[in-house]
C-alpha cells in the first residue's frame, strides 16, 4: 500500500489539481465578469471630467447568455462615449446576439476599430504555440505565414449597426464627436495583428483645436503606439491581449500575443516614443477564443475610464 502511495499519489495529486483549476478557470473566472475603473489625467484645466467605457475583445459566440446580460447592464453606467476595440465574435453565427448585447449602449456616442477576429472566424491552437511565438519573436503575420482557408466572418453587418448608431468608424481614418460641450478627436488604424494598420494615411499629429486626441487601435504591437506616441497623441486606447488571459498569480502575464511587453499585458500605463509620452490603456477584454475558453488570475472585463483635467 506505502509503495502504491508513493508511486501513484503524486501525480494522482496533481492531475486532481490540474482538473479543478480547469474547471475553475473556464467554469467560473472565464464568466465572472469585472469592471475596472481607471482615472487618466488627459483634460484641459478647468473641464469636467468624462466617463469613457471601453469594452473590448467580446468573442461572442451563439448562446453566451450571462455575457448578453453582462454587457446590456453596462448600460446602467450611462458613460460619455463607449470606446469599441475590436474582437467582436468569435463565432459566425454571433453577430445577432453581439448586436442584441451593444443595443443599449449604442445609445451612446461611440468609436470603434475591429480586430481579426472580426474579420476572421477562429482556428483550434494549441495554446503552448503564443510562448513558442514569443521565443521566437513571431506574432501574428508579422514573421507567421499569411493564413490559408480562414473562416470569413460578417463583419460587414455589424459595421453597419455601429454607422446606424452613430458610432465613428475610426478603420484607418480620423473622426471627431462633440461630447459634453468638449472637442474629441479620434484617429483610429485597422489591426495591426494581420497587418492591415495604415498609419501613413493618418499620419501629422493630433488636430490642434481639439480638447483631446485619442488614438485607438485593437493590437497594441509597438510599431502603432511608437507612431501616435512620437505624433503627440496624450492617450492611446487598445485591446487584443485578453491580460494574458492565463496569469501567474505573484508573476502576471506570460504573453501578450504580440510584441508589447508583458507589464503592460492590461491596464494603465505609459509609453514613450520620439520624446513624448502617452497614457496607454489596454483592455484585458471580456471573452476568450471559442476554442479556448479559459481564463486564470485575468477576469473578463470592461473598463469605466474617467478622464480627467490634467494636473
Given at each position: 500500500m506505502d509503495v502504491m502511495r508513493a508511486r501513484y499519489g503524486v501525480p494522482l495529486g496533481?492531475?486532481?489539481l490540474g482538473t479543478a483549476g480547469?474547471?475553475?478557470?473556464?467554469?467560473?473566472?472565464?464568466?465572472?465578469?469585472?469592471?475596472?475603473?481607471?482615472?487618466?489625467?488627459?483634460?484641459?484645466?478647468?473641464?469636467?471630467?468624462?466617463?469613457?467605457?471601453?469594452?473590448?475583445?467580446?468573442?461572442?459566440?451563439?448562446?453566451?447568455?450571462?455575457?448578453q446580460r453582462w454587457l446590456q447592464a453596462l448600460a446602467g453606467l450611462r458613460p460619455d462615449l463607449v470606446v469599441n476595440t475590436g474582437d467582436n465574435l468569435s463565432d459566425p453565427e454571433g453577430v445577432p446576439e453581439l448586436l442584441d448585447a451593444l443595443g443599449p449602449l449604442m445609445e451612446y456616442?461611440?468609436?470603434?476599430?475591429?480586430?481579426?477576429?472580426?474579420?476572421?472566424?477562429p482556428k483550434l491552437r494549441n495554446p503552448a504555440r503564443y510562448?513558442?511565438?514569443?521565443?521566437?519573436?513571431?506574432?501574428?503575420?508579422?514573421?507567421?505565414?499569411?493564413?490559408?482557408?480562414?473562416?470569413?466572418?460578417?463583419?460587414?453587418?455589424?459595421r453597419d449597426a455601429f454607422d446606424a448608431a452613430g458610432w465613428l468608424d475610426l478603420t484607418n481614418t480620423r473622426g471627431r464627436l462633440k461630447v459634453e460641450g468638449l472637442e474629441?478627436?479620434?484617429?483610429?488604424?485597422?489591426?495591426?495583428?494581420?497587418?492591415?494598420d495604415r498609419y501613413e494615411k493618418v499620419a501629422g499629429g493630433p488636430e490642434t483645436d481639439?480638447?483631446?486626441?485619442?488614438?485607438?487601435?485593437?493590437?497594441?504591437?509597438?510599431?502603432?503606439?511608437?507612431?501616435?506616441?512620437?505624433?503627440?497623441?496624450?492617450?492611446?486606447?487598445a485591446g487584443h491581449t485578453h491580460g494574458g488571459q492565463l496569469r501567474?498569480?505573484?508573476?502576471?502575464?506570460?504573453?501578450?500575443?504580440?510584441?508589447?511587453?508583458?507589464?503592460?499585458?492590461?491596464?494603465?500605463?505609459?509609453?514613450?516614443?520620439?520624446?513624448?509620452?502617452?497614457?496607454?490603456h489596454v483592455s484585458a477584454g471580456c471573452g476568450t477564443n471559442r476554442y479556448t475558453p479559459v481564463r486564470f488570475a485575468c477576469p473578463p472585463e470592461a473598463t469605466l475610464l474617467t478622464l480627467a483635467p490634467r494636473d
Open positions: 496533481i492531475t486532481a480547469l474547471a475553475y478557470a473556464a467554469g467560473f473566472e472565464a464568466r465572472s465578469f469585472r469592471l475596472r475603473r481607471v482615472t487618466v489625467p488627459v483634460l484641459p484645466r478647468g473641464t469636467r471630467p468624462l466617463r469613457v467605457l471601453q469594452v473590448s475583445d467580446i468573442h461572442m459566440v451563439s448562446g453566451q447568455r450571462k455575457k456616442p461611440g468609436v470603434f476599430v475591429f480586430g481579426s477576429n472580426d474579420y476572421y472566424g510562448l513558442f511565438e514569443k521565443l521566437q519573436g513571431r506574432h501574428g503575420l508579422n514573421g507567421n505565414p499569411p493564413a490559408v482557408g480562414a473562416v470569413h466572418n460578417p463583419w460587414e453587418g455589424i474629441l478627436a479620434f484617429t483610429g488604424l485597422d489591426d495591426p495583428h494581420i497587418k492591415r481639439a480638447d483631446l486626441a485619442v488614438g485607438v487601435v485593437h493590437a497594441p504591437y509597438l510599431r502603432s503606439l511608437d507612431a501616435f506616441t512620437a505624433d503627440g497623441y496624450p492617450l492611446v486606447l501567474v498569480p505573484f508573476y502576471g502575464a506570460l504573453v501578450t500575443n504580440c510584441d508589447l511587453d508583458t507589464d503592460r499585458a492590461r491596464g494603465l500605463s505609459t509609453h514613450r516614443a520620439g520624446g513624448h509620452t502617452a497614457y496607454l
